[in-house]
């Protein structure tokens, strides 16, 4: 993954971990491979104090670990490392849309449904980047609704081992999204919470199986 433009801005250390964390799953930054601070900070043009924090988070996260007078290196990311926050995520988000379902105004529900209508029209269109920013707002706008903070912000953490951009380019996964999607809007439309719930863990336990193939032809996932 090349290097973005970084500028001066609160969220830069958030940036430099975003950075970090596709590059481990893309295979930029390999098991066993050293991230090196002064490096990272001179490719990036930024001083070494948002980088040494963002290598920090990616440590608390399970993704690197800091070895003395060594640096950071990346860790082995494993098959029942991505089914494990795949089950934590299906938890979670079949929570909430459950949630959503009883507290929902239709306000929001008519917004959805028209994220969704320009989704699918991204996705003829071939437009992964654009996709990738509607999946997360109709994801994101029944989190919201749910009234659950704490959940919600539980489920944004583990969103960032679900490398929202893989998906677009998955065969099939763009019109299994869709139907699930459409499944999902008619439970929260019905104010059917057993149905949101399910139809909400379903969709992110499909999920799972296209971003283990992805890391397994990239070489990433190691071997159990």
């Known amino acids: 993954m090349s290097a973005p433009?970084?500028?001066p801005r609160p969220q830069l250390a958030a940036d430099v971990a975003r950075l970090i964390r596709a590059r481990i799953f893309d295979g930029g930054y390999r098991s066993g491979g050293y991230i090196r601070l002064d490096q990272l900070a001179a490719e990036l043009g930024i001083s070494v104090t948002p980088v040494r924090e963002a290598l920090f988070r990616?440590?608390?996260?399970?993704?690197?670990?800091?070895?003395?007078?060594?640096?950071?290196?990346?860790?082995p990311v494993t098959a029942r490392d991505i089914a494990d926050v795949a089950d934590v995520q299906a938890y979670i988000g079949?929570?909430?849309?459950g949630r959503a379902a009883e507290l929902i105004?239709?306000?929001?529900?008519?917004?959805?449904a028209q994220v969704q209508d320009r989704l699918?029209?991204?996705?003829?269109?071939?437009?992964?980047?654009?996709?990738?920013?509607?999946?997360?707002?109709?994801?994101?706008?029944i989190n919201r609704a749910a009234q659950s903070p704490k959940l919600a912000q539980l489920m944004s953490q583990t969103t960032r081992y679900a490398l929202e951009s893989v998906y677009p380019t998955v065969a099939g996964?763009?019109?299994?999204?869709?139907?699930?999607?459409?499944?999902?809007?008619?439970?929260?439309?019905?104010?059917?919470?057993q149905a949101a719930r399910t139809a909400m863990n379903e969709h992110l336990c499909a999920?799972?199986?296209?971003l283990l193939e992805h890391l397994q032809r990239t070489g990433v996932l190691e071997d159990q």
């Open 58 to 75: 990616l440590c608390a996260e399970g993704l690197l670990t800091q070895r003395p007078h060594r640096g950071f290196m990346v860790a």
């Open 207 to 210: 999920a799972v199986h296209p």
């Open 5 to 7: 433009q970084f500028g």
């Open 173 to 193: 996964w763009p019109e299994q999204s869709n139907h699930d999607h459409r499944r999902v809007l008619a439970a929260l439309r019905g104010r059917d919470p």
């Open 105 to 112: 105004d239709e306000t929001e529900l008519d917004r959805l």
């Open 94 to 97: 079949g929570e909430l849309a």
């Open 120 to 141: 699918e029209d991204a996705y003829l269109a071939d437009d992964p980047e654009l996709a990738v920013t509607l999946n997360h707002d109709f994801h994101r706008g």
